[in-house]
């Protein structure tokens, strides 16, 4: 796919075993229209792509994100196109808000209501691995972010779209923890840890991962633990024991993640709404299956 579209590239070394390449990093602020031409593998989804509530697309080798604001009003809308896209599935995931994401090369930090998830280029294989596609969607993916703007009452799901909640993602990432591909363990660490900060079970998941033979796979582990901050302070005295460690670049992961567990603050109140609107998705996607 052709990038020119994009504000800003940068090429970088990722370090990732197998998976050691220059990669390609882009970002675009705003909702300037991008062309059909980039997006053939997936027919019918541009008018989703140029959704006029798009304010904020992101790309690492082609894996690319796409953020939106707007209103209930606006999101039904751009269900209806996704909907309409000729995707093989049509997967929408339904979480708690608020969501944010920080831009690449700038310290900003981008708000948004829903977003999609596309994966082409140099990561199109993802899906392909052993239990990759637990991870990893051949299809485009939406994400809804309920509460603020978003009335989860008022949202219109289209036909042939299904409805998941994080727990039924949170099982598919956990049971990707398993896989025999190196890269599927240590990248899906990072998505699990990033699906759902407050799930004791990702946490756990996550944790047996630090066992992992591969010290590339127990990097990417150590380094997703700080995302839970506090809830992953259990896990301190099997990081202390780990910096024994001749991996230079493991050992300073490990003293990166124990600073931020150690200075994490106390979110006890924040998962107590996370979990009060999960409770009321979760009535809304099993009424969905009935």
Known sequence: MNRTLALSVVLFLISCGNR????????????????????????????????PSRVYHQFVNENEQFYYQGDTAALNDALRKFAASKAKVHEVLLRPSPCAVRSLQVAKKISYNWSMHVVGGVVEDLPTLDRGSNVWSKSPTMTVCVGGDIDLGKIEIPKGV????????????????????????????????????????????????????DDWVRRNAVGALAVFGKKAETALPTLREMQSTQDKNLKDQIEKTIEEIQQAKDTTAAEEGHRAILKKIREVRDSRRQ
């Open 162 to 213: 299904s409805v998941v909640d994080l727990a039924d993602l949170s099982r598919r990432y956990r049971e990707a923890l398993g896989s025999k591909d190196r890269t599927v363990r240590a990248w899906g660490a990072g998505e699990l840890a990033h699906l759902d900060r407050y799930d004791a079970e990702n946490l756990a998941a996550i944790v047996k991962l630090l066992k992992d033979e």
């Open 20 to 51: 050691e390449a220059m990669a390609l990093r882009g970002e675009h602020f705003g909702n300037a229209p991008f062309s059909e031409t980039n997006y053939r593998e997936w027919p019918g989804i541009m008018p989703l792509v140029n959704h």
